[in-house]
């Protein structure tokens, strides 16, 4: 993999420098300057929290362990890396610079934080930096420009083949990681013991995971964002939902499975038709496809699931015009996948910035522009039987088209969602999630 790495990067690297100069052109600066970011300390203790590296820093090299380092970059010139190296023995020292991409950097190793600033532009009026507050050094202090950074997210929703090939790693890691919780589910275990057993086959920790894992049995399905874990297992797990990622050198995999259990077995078949669908809407990837088309589209026909099999009795035209639908599908269909796992620019108009606005009605859409070539999403639509909604469903004239006595017996199954990462290409979409799982079996 290395050797493929090596191959890719310095396109990668030419390209991020070439956006690098255009930000800094059409916005008046000389210089960019990155900071990784330092740790934040927890309130009224001493206890750092976990640390997360500036997405714009892992974009220029595969480092998100260095905190304290910064990239500085002056068209024209090779990229600098200002490497803090401290001497320390209360922690892990962050490993000294190496592999296939330090030849492609001036490498400034530093033993303590504020020597960065002897490595900085002199004329820091004239550099754009980009970072966190608390990375401020002296008068080095993140400015954000918008200008420079609309530009940079704009651009970044367009993977290199160097990042494609990052994502694809990321999306075998989970995958593997997704089998072992799945046979752990079927071997009768807990939500914990779940999570454990997917932490173990994906050899990473908790804090190194793009996104805390979504381990959900039963009626937790029916929580979006549950991550509670119970550490006993349930009297009977009738099913089983899990939204798990892996990260690799700081790209996200974001890929979520259903399971029924061996009795489950309409529930199973409800499964099946989500998937389906699904996979319809993987296939409409393309360049020009309008995304925020597409999660209207999934709309009616998810709506023609739920009608098919007997939970509403109204048209899908209905069922999404009176909003019927986003009780059983609340969330948007998907976002953006990179760097981070909601990645940037989901919403912008264009390289200036400006916003696309969500269709009325739906407001959880995170992605509301053109799909491009090398634009890299998630595909995520759902069926979910979840009691706020079904209550406030309850309440409003549609009801009497919703068969109220199959919905209930669902709801011990919580919901489904089904989701890959796919890359929209020249041609047939790429889905990386899939891919990964046909190679694992």
Request: glycine share 8%; hydrophobic share 40%; with cysteine.
């Amino acid at each position: 993999m290395s050797d493929l790495l090596a191959k890719l990067f310095p396109d990668h690297l030419r390209t991020v420098q070439a956006r690098a100069d255009a930000a800094l052109a059409r916005s008046g600066f000389d210089h960019l300057v990155i900071a990784a970011g330092v740790p934040r300390i927890e309130f009224l203790d001493d206890r750092p929290a976990p640390f997360v590296t500036n997405p714009h820093f892992k974009h220029w090299l595969p480092v998100t362990k260095a905190p304290g380092s910064w990239i500085v970059h002056s068209p024209g010139s090779k990229p600098k890396l200002i490497y803090l190296l401290p001497r320390d023995y209360w922690h892990v020292v962050p490993e000294a610079p190496a592999g296939y991409w330090v030849e492609h950097f001036e490498i400034a190793i530093i033993r303590q934080a504020h020597e960065a600033g002897a490595h900085f532009p002199k004329a820091l009026a004239r550099c754009a930096i980009i970072g966190e507050d608390n990375a401020a050094l002296g008068d080095a202090r993140p400015n954000n420009p918008e200008s420079v950074l609309n530009y940079l997210h704009w651009h970044r929703s367009c993977k290199t083949d160097y990042e494609l090939a990052m994502l694809r790693v990321a999306s075998k890691l989970g995958v593997r990681a997704h089998r072992a919780a799945e046979a752990a589910f079927r071997a009768g275990k807990s939500e914990y013991d779940i999570n454990t057993a997917y932490l173990n086959a994906v050899h990473e920790t908790e804090n190194e995971l793009p996104y805390g894992n979504i381990i959900a049995l039963n009626q937790h399905g029916a929580i979006l964002h549950y991550t509670d874990l119970n550490r006993a297992p349930p009297a009977h797990a009738d099913s089983f939902l899990i939204d798990a990622g892996a990260n690799f050198h700081g790209y996200a995999s974001d890929i979520t499975r259903t399971h029924a259990a061996a009795h489950a077995g309409a529930f199973q078949e409800l499964i099946d038709a989500v998937d389906t669908a699904q996979r319809g809407f993987v296939h409409k990837v393309r360049p020009g496809q309008n995304y925020a088309d597409l999660h209207i589209h999934a709309h009616h026909v998810l709506a023609g699931i739920l009608r098919e099999h007997d939970f509403i009795r109204m048209t899908a035209e209905s069922a999404v015009e009176s909003g019927v639908s986003s009780a059983f599908f609340p969330h948007g269909l998907g976002h953006m996948l990179g760097l981070q796992v909601h990645d940037v620019a989901g919403f912008q108009k264009d390289e200036s910035g400006g916003t696309i606005p969500r269709p009325p009605g739906h407001p959880y859409l995170r992605f509301t522009r053109t799909l491009e070539p090398r634009m890299v999403t998630t595909i995520e639509p759902g069926i979910y039987f979840i009691d706020l909604l079904l209550g406030d469903l309850k309440n409003k004239p549609q009801a009497r088209d919703v068969n109220w006595t199959k919905v209930d017996a669902f709801r011990r199954y919580g919901g489904i969602r089904i989701e890959d990462d796919v890359v929209c290409t020249q041609g047939a979409p790429e889905n990386l999630s899939r891919d990964a799982f046909a190679a694992a079996a």
